[in-house]
């Protein structure tokens, strides 16, 4: 697990990953998807509004997962992210 102060995935990584929900829709523009690192555990898409959890660093890309915290407002993100 990284320590706080280094980010928990590469931003090489951070460049390519893309909200799985936002790249299936034709509303949101030329690149869509792209992901912002939030809490240094939260990968967040301005357009989908879907929440992933990064866990032991690894980014939970799931769509359930990121449905789940679609709701939930950035700054009441639990940190770290729970297990399930």
Do not use: F
């Not at 980010?7 to 523009?29: F, H, M």
């Not at 990064?54 to 890309?61: A, F, S, T, W």
């Amino acid at each position: 697990m990284s320590d706080e102060t280094s980010p928990p995935i590469s931003p090489e990584l951070l460049e390519i990953l893309r909200c799985p929900i936002a790249v299936q829709s034709k509303e949101y523009g030329d690149d869509p998807g792209r992901l912002e690192l939030v809490h240094n555990y939260w990968l967040v898409c301005a357009d989908s509004g879907y929440k992933y959890p990064i866990r032991d660093g690894i980014p939970v890309m799931l769509i359930e997962e990121g449905e789940k915290w679609k709701d939930t407002a950035v700054n009441d993100l639990p940190v770290p992210p729970p297990l399930s």
